[in-house]
């Protein structure tokens, strides 16, 4: 979806709006999952990276930025060829990439298992095939782009272990796509939440997300996120 599709939603939800209160509109709760059964060892380093995609990059940005031990989270490209890492050809759904972003943080602080749990909860409905939302593509699937083969093994177990407590109505799309090169996107899309919180497709997207974080995992939760701008 490019970003007149999403300015055509956003005048859509205000013509509702005149009719239905926002809290009204907003997106159902969180599903509340377990935690991975089981966890890695505890890393000795001071930082790691994961590469997570789940519908559009500006709320999945917006969720990681408020998470505690998170150091940066930057919206991007993955999945596709370096020469195609461009909104404007992501945006038509033929590239392979996905509309990811890259965590970057503190495993002393944060596990992996933590970050998981908050993607499958939290970030987007992994149950819901090459879309996310109003957001329809296979730019939009649910995907973890792990970069080491313990991350890739560690998810896997975890997506085995929730289809098999049924924690969702449908069954987890969201695939594991190893050795895959992120690529940063273009400015105006980095913080974008953070800077558009009263454009009515983040009120009605994302900032649910936001609330639902702080409720499911308050201990995990900032209010100030870590912005890319300071880096």
């Known amino acids: 979806m490019t970003h007149l599709h999403r300015l055509a939603i956003a005048v859509a939800i205000l013509t509702v709006g005149a009719m239905i209160t926002l809290p009204a509109l907003a997106q159902e709760k969180a599903v509340i999952i377990p935690a991975p059964a089981a966890e890695h060892p505890a890393s000795q380093a001071t930082s790691d990276v994961v590469v997570f995609a789940g519908g559009c990059f500006w709320g999945v940005q917006g969720v990681y930025q408020h998470v505690k031990g998170v150091t940066s989270a930057v919206s991007g490209y993955a999945g596709g060829a370096k020469n195609t890492a461009m909104y404007d050809v992501v945006s038509g759904g033929g590239t392979g990439h996905a509309e990811s972003v890259r965590v970057t943080y503190d495993p002393r602080q944060i596990s992996y298992e933590q970050l998981l749990q908050i993607f499958f909860s939290v970030a987007h409905n992994p149950t819901q095939l090459n879309r996310q939302g109003p957001d329809v593509g296979t730019q939009y699937r649910s995907v973890i782009f792990p970069t080491t083969a313990e ?27 190893p050795d895959k090169t992120f690529y940063e996107a273009e400015r105006y899309h980095q913080d974008y939440l953070n800077s558009h919180t009263y454009e009515p497709y983040i009120m009605y997207n994302d900032l649910p997300k936001i609330a639902e974080l702080k409720r499911i995992f308050p201990e995990l939760y900032r209010s100030a996120p870590v912005l890319v701008g300071t880096r």
């Open 151 to 177: 991350q890739a093994q560690i998810a896997k177990a975890y997506i085995a272990q929730l289809d098999q407590a049924h924690v969702f109505h449908g069954a987890i799309v969201t695939k594991i796509e």
